[in-house]
């Protein structure tokens, strides 16, 4: 039998002191915060994926015509009755835009990064470093403002036609991704051990083979990881590229030609369609398809560093 | 062909590709500063827009960036500070953390287009915000919250683990070590990296024109309650920002004065961003003497 003193002190000692019911609370509310942010992701795959789905659940479009049709008319119905919602023409028309700017940007984010790195230091430090650090920070409006009163009038100079399409996407694009690609590429080079240069030096190497067999060799899954996120972000891309293609919702015919992408036909026309209608639910599966192609572009990253690091 | 001519070529194209890359960066802000500079003034930065009329202003929109801006920080602050700090000090290294940090990777991909559309669905639709301030402080929250967050916890791992030790050496919890000892020694590079990503939320448009909307209703900037609807204050009101209305006129294309208002916008834009690049900079480096005494 416990007196009542031993009782109160048995109460006392494992009581949580103040230290430790703070300690509590502190990390109750920093994992409450993390998980904030999980059920974020959650809910936008979540909520995203349930809209993008009612097109073929509710609206009963076959997803192979979806994916592969060329027509997009969301207003109106076919021969057979069925709406035109194929979806291709964006599809070509996002990847066309994403391909053909990195294809351009990787050898001119590729060759700042080198000359940052391992030519020129000093001025790589003092004049590249700032200035790509500043671009990336530039709005895409911004981008696709100059697209708009630069690119577009170049190219209907060059090429006649209205100057809007997927050449001009590309150039905007290009400049925009640039930035990005070469910051990342320089981190990547930086991370490449001194000693693998002088070794190749040391054996004779010129800087030109040392910089091409060697620094470029190992450097390969940083420099692939940053291409890989130059693209996710040039796939993603929305207003710049809005601005600037033209939005017919076309199968790209020619580069200056007007088509659309994707995210071109979500901006405009989200805000034009009834919620819960046919149309409206074919826009968000193609923001479904957005969703999902970001999510591979995430996986890609991804097993490169896997790779990357088993070497 | 040798390879000491090889050499030389490669190095010369080299140094080719990185003069056009400089050549073509310092074009780009050169335009931007030339074309939108001259369309400064005190009247452009502070008359209300006009819709079918030359000589507006972006007086509202320039309100309404900030106003975003400031909301989403102190929303999504808080959030980010509490994440990286359970990710950083107390996650252990497991596979429920491995998940976590691919969940905040995924939100930081997804197309900037595509958190617009979920805040649109969820808080103009499901909450029924409207096109508020609100609704695209949540957008910008979500957008910014990954960015954040990673920034931060960088903060956090640049800390010796020894500052730790000692907390905990002292008698200390790990909460009272986290926030006497090691949130003190990183403001200085807490607050760069939320001042850069203040640049980042000042020029987003893609993820606000479904979420704040692409109106500007005047306001009325002597009236500073909340509850009114002209007052600048109020968070249920539509609001589009400057990043916003430069798409908006471009891609509308009514008012006849879009291009010089755009170019004079996106000079804005440029500078408030060239604003905060070196703000933080200079704080981080500021303060860090403070703090340290160094």
Same mark, same amino acid.
């Given at each position: 039998m416990k007196t009542k003193t031993t009782q109160q002190l048995e109460q006392q000692l494992t009581r949580h002191s103040k230290a430790a019911k703070l300690e509590i609370w502190g990390r109750t509310i920093s994992?409450?915060?993390?998980?904030?942010?999980?059920?974020?992701?959650?809910?936008?795959?979540?909520f995203v994926a349930s809209k993008g789905i009612a097109t073929f659940t509710s609206n009963h479009v076959n997803l192979w015509d979806f994916l592969t049709g060329k027509s997009w008319n969301p207003n109106i119905t076919d021969a057979n009755g069925k709406p035109e919602v194929g979806a291709l023409p964006m599809i070509v028309g996002s990847f066309l835009i994403t391909i053909l700017s990195a294809i351009?940007?990787?050898?001119?984010?590729?060759?700042?990064?080198?000359?940052?790195?391992?030519?020129?230091?000093?001025?790589?430090?003092?004049?590249?470093?700032?200035?790509?650090?500043?671009l990336v920070g530039i709005p895409s409006v911004v981008y696709g403002f100059i697209g708009l009163s630069v690119v577009v009038p170049t190219t209907r100079a060059i090429?006649?036609?209205?100057?809007?399409?997927?050449?001009?996407?590309?150039?905007?694009?290009?400049v925009m991704i640039l930035?990005?690609?070469?910051?990342?590429? !320089?981190? !990547?080079?930086?991370s490449v051990p001194r000693y693998y240069r002088e070794a190749s030096l040391a054996l004779g190497a010129t800087q030109w083979q040392t910089i091409y067999k060697v620094v470029l060799r190992a450097a390969t899954p940083g420099l692939m990881t940053a291409v890989v996120f130059g693209m996710a972000r040039a796939f993603g891309e929305a207003l710049a590229v809005q601005m600037v293609i033209g939005n017919a919702a076309l199968m790209p015919n020619s580069l200056v030609s007007p088509s659309s992408t994707l995210t071109s036909v979500l901006t405009t026309g989200i805000g034009n369609t009834v919620m819960g209608s046919l149309q409206n639910n074919a826009l968000w599966s193609l923001a479904l398809v957005l969703l999902l192609m970001s999510l591979v572009f995430n996986l890609i990253i991804r097993l490169i560093g896997r790779k990357g690091r088993l070497q | 062909m040798n390879s000491k001519k090889q050499n030389k070529i490669a190095i010369g194209a080299l140094y080719g590709i990185a003069g056009l890359v400089v050549l073509i960066l310092l074009a780009l802000l050169g335009y931007i500063l030339?074309?939108? @500079?001259?369309?400064?003034? $005190?009247?452009?930065?502070?008359?209300?827009?006009?819709?079918?009329?030359?000589?507006?202003?972006?007086?509202?929109?320039?309100?309404?960036?900030?106003? @975003?801006?400031i909301l989403a920080m102190a929303i999504s602050f808080p959030i980010a500070l509490g994440a990286a700090i359970y990710l950083y000090e107390y996650a252990r290294d497991n596979w429920v953390t491995t998940t976590i940090r691919t969940a905040i990777e995924i939100l930081s991909s997804l197309p900037s287009v595509v958190v617009g559309l979920f805040g649109f669905l969820f808080f103009v639709v499901k909450l029924r915000l409207g096109f508020s301030i609100l609704s695209g402080a949540f957008a910008l929250t979500f957008f910014n919250l990954?960015?954040?967050?990673?920034?931060?916890?960088?903060?956090?791992?640049?800390?010796?683990?020894?500052?730790?030790?000692?907390?905990?050496?002292?008698?200390?919890?790990? $909460?009272?070590?986290i926030t006497r000892v090691i949130l003190p020694a990183t403001v200085p590079s807490i607050l760069t990296g939320v001042i850069l990503s203040a640049g980042r939320v000042f020029g987003e448009a893609a993820a606000l024109i479904y979420t704040a909307g692409q109106s500007a209703?005047?306001?009325?900037?002597?009236? $500073?309650?909340p509850f009114n609807i002209s007052s600048p204050l109020n968070p249920m009101r539509p609001a589009e920002t400057l990043a916003v209305h430069i798409w908006k006129i471009n891609s509308e294309g009514i008012m006849p004065d879009a291009k010089a208002i755009s170019s004079g916008s996106s000079a804005v834009l440029i500078i408030a961003i060239l604003l905060f690049n070196f703000a933080a900079r200079y704080v981080g480096k500021r303060l860090y003497k403070r703090l340290t005494s160094a």
């Open positions: 994992l409450t915060a993390l998980l904030l942010i999980v059920a974020v992701v959650v809910a936008i795959i979540g351009v940007a990787t050898p001119f984010a590729i060759g700042t990064a080198v000359f940052m790195n391992e030519i020129s230091p000093n001025r790589g430090a003092k004049i590249l470093q700032p200035v790509t650090e500043l090429f006649g036609g209205s100057g809007f399409g997927i050449l001009s996407g590309t150039c905007v694009l290009f930035p990005t690609v070469t910051s990342m590429s !320089a981190d !990547a080079l930086k | 030339a074309s939108g @500079l001259p369309q400064l003034s $005190w009247h452009f930065l502070t008359a209300p827009a006009k819709a079918f009329l030359k000589g507006g202003g972006v007086g509202v929109q320039l309100f309404n960036s900030f106003y @975003l801006l990954p960015l954040l967050t990673r920034s931060i916890e960088d903060s956090l791992r640049t800390i010796d683990l020894e500052q730790r030790e000692g907390g905990l050496a002292l008698g200390l919890s790990r $909460w009272e070590t209703p005047a306001l009325n900037f002597a009236d $500073w309650n």
